[in-house]
């Protein structure tokens, strides 16, 4: 079965930019999650959805970020305007949403911010 | 809130030589415990989950953790190390009351001498 698919796969950018990052989860899955990786440290949960409700996004800087998944599928995650600390990897995950089952993880989208 | 400390950012091991990696929690319910590698510029794969029943879990590649609840610990192990384990070493704690999402580690680099 194909993966987690996740675009672009490097981007650079100024300070101030917007950027936009897409992910289209494994066919099937429910659960669709955006983990932030700062360079040394674990993944963080920004964003958790549930088909294209949000579960949890208490953690995503909602005056500089957004995400969505209109349709249930594919997400985007947007930073506007990006700040040098978003300097990081975006990890998109997926499952099908049943009780503890494992996360697949795509390759990640690396963002540079200058 | 739950949380996860890995006490070790860097390891380095002798090919062939044992490998431990540690790993703590925090959570106030059952923890479901689970131990993901990421080689450089890939994503996470999960190697081992721990749900509940047998405290020892046997992974992929050759690892295994154990479950210690007095300890709060989940320490990873691999008798014999190949120089293909060389990657960055994750734990997480996830539950259902927290909506299946993942709280990882600050992660453990394991370098491989030949």
């Known amino acids: 079965e194909a993966g987690v698919a996740q675009s672009p796969r490097y981007k650079i950018i100024e300070k101030r930019q917007s950027v936009a990052f897409w992910c289209n989860p494994i066919?099937?899955?429910?659960?669709l999650y955006w983990y932030q990786q700062i360079l040394g440290q674990g993944p963080k949960l920004l964003i958790q959805f549930q088909n294209n409700g949000v579960v949890d996004d208490s953690q995503l800087p909602k005056d500089r970020f957004s995400a969505e998944r209109l349709k249930g599928v594919d997400s985007t995650l947007k930073i506007q305007p990006a700040k040098l600390e978003d300097s990081a990897v975006y990890l998109c995950?997926?499952?099908?949403?049943?009780?503890?089952?494992?996360?697949?993880f795509g390759s990640g989208t690396q963002l540079s911010v200058l | 809130a739950q949380s996860v400390t890995q006490p070790d950012i860097h390891i380095t091991v002798s090919e062939g030589a044992s490998l431990e990696l540690r790993c703590n929690y925090s959570?106030?319910?059952?923890?479901?415990l689970f131990w993901y590698v990421q080689s450089p510029g890939q994503g996470l794969q999960l190697l081992l989950k721990y749900f509940s029943g047998d405290t020892l879990v046997q992974g992929i590649k050759g690892f295994e953790a154990e479950f210690k609840r007095s300890q709060s610990s989940f320490n990873l192990r691999k008798p014999s190390v190949h120089w293909s384990d060389a990657a960055e070493y994750f734990c997480a704690v996830g539950a259902r009351a927290a909506g299946n999402k993942l709280t990882f580690g600050g992660g453990t680099r394991v370098l491989v001498k030949p």
């Open positions: 066919s099937g899955h429910a659960t």
């Open positions: 959570y106030g319910a059952t923890p479901y």
């Open positions: 995950a997926s499952s099908r949403g049943v009780e503890n089952e494992k996360l697949f």
